[in-house]
């Protein structure tokens, strides 16, 4: 008897689904805190851009993205209670960390932030707090079996 070709990838529908399924009570609520800290961050990159940082070359822009994209995806995760948006939201939040402590350490694009620099610190605090959250609350939800 010929056996039939299953062009399917098992293992890539089986994880996808992982990704889709919700996150339970206490993931929600670790996605909401999640959504939060997200916004608290995009709120102060985009005072920041008006404030001034929108004159500094590609900062400024930089800037401006990372506050349209943050508040697109706190609603995301807001609103979906995924672990796909969870874990994209830790990996957006994880990369606006390393783009402060890069300017900070060594500069980026030619310019060289400071910590002292006006919510800085206020933004690392949250950014940092969003990748925890988020990220547990992706696992969470990757936990548990799919529906």
């Not at 009570?25 to 985009?46: F, K, R």
């Not at 004159?55 to 672990?83: E, K, N, W």
Request: hydrophobic fraction near 55%; include cysteine; glycine fraction near 12%.
């Amino acid at each position: 008897m010929a056996q039939e070709f299953d062009s399917s990838l098992p293992g890539v529908r089986r994880g996808w689904r992982r990704l889709t399924v919700s996150p339970g009570p206490a993931g929600t609520v670790l996605c909401l805190i999640g959504a939060i800290l997200l916004l608290l961050s995009a709120g102060i990159h985009l005072h920041l851009w008006s404030t001034g940082y929108r004159h500094i070359p590609t900062i400024g822009p930089l800037f401006m993205l990372q506050g349209v994209v943050g508040i697109g995806l706190a609603l995301a995760v807001a609103v979906t209670r995924r672990a796909w948006a969870a874990l994209a939201g830790a990996a957006f939040a994880a990369s606006t960390v390393a783009g402060l402590l890069i300017s900070v350490e060594v500069g980026l694009f030619g310019f060289r932030d400071s910590f002292s620099a006006p919510y800085a610190t206020w933004s690392l605090l949250a950014e940092s707090a969003a990748v925890v959250v988020l990220a547990v609350a992706g696992l969470v939800a990757t936990g548990r079996p799919a529906r």
